[in-house]
């Protein structure tokens, strides 16, 4: 279904919801004007924003994502996360030895 339907509809919507609306709240024909039309103008304007947005969203999910790219780059990283965790943990065990080793030679 195209966007400007998708106005058309809310706009009615808004139309008769500010006709109802004037009704109940207002006690001259001013204030159901009033009513009528600014609620009408606000759906109308709400149509917009969000014919928009979704517009803009299925614009988005068009265009292509490398997938392999990124899975080849994530193993990479992950693989050198995994390495610097190696090295770390084997500086950390020379550490504690030459704590353990300057204990034992200068107990104080």
């Known amino acids: 279904m195209l966007g ?3 106005v058309y509809f809310f706009t009615v919507q808004g139309f008769f919801i500010g006709i109802i609306f004037g009704i109940l ?4 024909a001013q204030g159901l004007f009033l009513y009528t ?13 969000i014919i928009a947005m979704y517009f803009k969203t299925i ?7 490398p997938k392999d790219l ?14 610097r965790e190696k090295l770390i943990d084997s500086a950390s065990k020379i550490t504690d030895e ?4 300057n204990k034992q030679v200068d107990p104080k």
């Open 4 to 6: 400007e339907n998708y």
């Open 25 to 28: 709240k207002s006690f001259d």
């Open 70 to 83: 990124h899975e080849r780059h994530l193993d990479m990283f992950v693989n050198e996360i995994n390495l």
């Open 59 to 65: 614009a988005l999910k068009a265009h292509y994502f």
């Open 98 to 101: 030459a704590i353990k080793v």
């Open 37 to 49: 039309f600014f609620i009408t103008a606000f759906f109308y304007l709400f149509s917009h924003i």
